[in-house]
């Protein structure tokens, strides 16, 4: 299911709530992943992951973490990182509700990816996947699988 998903990729991005050492490790076993922890994630991906991310893809400044928030309501914090670090994507969790919404405040993307897993309220599983070419965030796509699958 996901490897065809992830094959064009050049990286697994997650935003945390991974639930399981195996499940990173399947990841891995994919693709090169850059991951935060989540609040369910316990030991040890709690002593592995950062709660932050920041990181560059070609003209792209991405900012990563669990619980983040959205435009309009970031978690306590987070506007300022945002700010201080001119991101222009900012991808975040937690609420497991997908959301794509640009930000004309701080002037970037916010992509939450909603949920991958089977865990918790969410009724369908979504991934995200896009292209960086230079300065652009282009071609989003959303896949959806459902629990049962």
Request: proline content about 5%; glycine content about 8%.
């Amino acid at each position: 299911r996901y490897a065809v998903f992830f094959s064009s990729c050049d990286e697994i991005w997650h935003a945390g709530d991974i639930g399981d050492l195996s499940i990173y490790n399947k990841l891995m076993q994919l693709k090169p992943v850059r991951a935060v922890v989540g609040n369910i994630d316990g030991y040890p991906l709690r002593q592995m992951l950062p709660l932050v991310q920041l990181f560059e893809v070609e003209k792209v400044k991405v900012l990563l973490t669990h619980i983040g928030g959205y435009p309009g309501k970031y978690a306590a914090g987070i506007g300022a990182q945002l700010q201080a670090n001119q991101t222009t994507l900012f991808i975040s969790g937690h609420s497991h509700i997908l959301k794509v919404m640009y930000d004309p405040t701080y002037k970037l993307l916010h992509i939450n990816p909603g949920a991958a897993g089977r865990q918790g309220f969410h009724k369908i599983r979504t991934l995200v996947r896009f292209v960086i070419d230079q300065d652009k965030i282009k071609e989003l796509e959303i896949k959806e699988i459902p629990l049962n699958e």
